[in-house]
Each structure stands twice: as C-alpha cells, then as structure tokens.
Nanobody
Framework: QVQLVESGGGLVQPGGSLRLSCEAS????????MSWYRQAPGAGRKLVAT????????NYDDSVKGRFTISRDDDKNAAYLQMNMLKPEDKAVYYC??????????????WGKGTPVTVSL
C-alpha cells in the first residue's frame, strides 16, 4: 500500500521557519522524483520544488528560490522542505508528490493528503 504522509505544517509568524517532512512507504523510494506542491485558498495546486531520483538535482519555483530547500534521505524514505523567511503569501496546504522516473515505474504518480501552513502575526 503506497503512502505519503506529510507533517510539520502549522502556524508561524512572518520571517519564521518550518520544516515539512514526507514519509513514504509502499514503493521503491529512490526510483521516484520527489516534489512539494502547494495550494492556496481559492487557487490551483502549484509546484514549489522538485528533487530528482538520482543525484538529487533540485528545482524551485521563482517565488521560493533562496528561501526554501528541498532534500531527500533515501535511507529513511523521506523528503523534506525547509522553509525559511516565510511570508503571508506562503500560506497554503502543502502536498508531497512522488513521480516514477525509472522505466518500470514511469508514469506512476502518488500524492499525500497535505499539511497546512499558515503565516500570520
């Protein structure tokens, strides 16, 4: 049974930090690229950051570059999003995503249920 379980969301003041975690199970973690998406109230789901399955190359949306860092620990089957210098516009539900990248799993696409982040005084 495939599971992606996010944690670490919550309420933080502007300028503060949070670290989101995504624990994966039920699939071969290092065959998948991992991403974080977010969905703000009334908006569509948007890609925030991605880390590849080999080499750990990363890519970020312009809105979070220099503030957020995505990482992964293949030994723990986990991905992380370190969020610094948070802004009110970062408020959203954050979702963990796994996309298959090796031929045997290409096209597989898994989602977590999300963790909410609120940035407010």
């Amino acid at each position: 049974q495939v599971q992606l379980v996010e944690s670490g969301g919550g309420l933080v003041q502007p300028g503060g930090s949070l670290r989101l975690s995504c624990e994966a199970s039920g699939f071969t973690f290092n065959h998948y690229a991992m991403s974080w998406y977010r969905q703000a109230p009334g908006a569509g789901r948007k890609l925030v950051a991605t880390i590849t399955h080999i080499g750990g190359s990363t890519n970020y949306d312009d809105s979070v570059k220099g503030r957020f860092t995505i990482s992964r620990d293949d030994d723990k089957n986990a991905a992380y999003l370190q969020m610094n210098m948070l802004k009110p516009e970062d408020k959203a539900v954050y979702y963990c995503n796994a996309k298959g990248r090796l031929p045997a799993v290409y096209g597989m696409d898994y989602w977590g249920k999300g963790t909410p982040v609120t940035v407010s005084l």
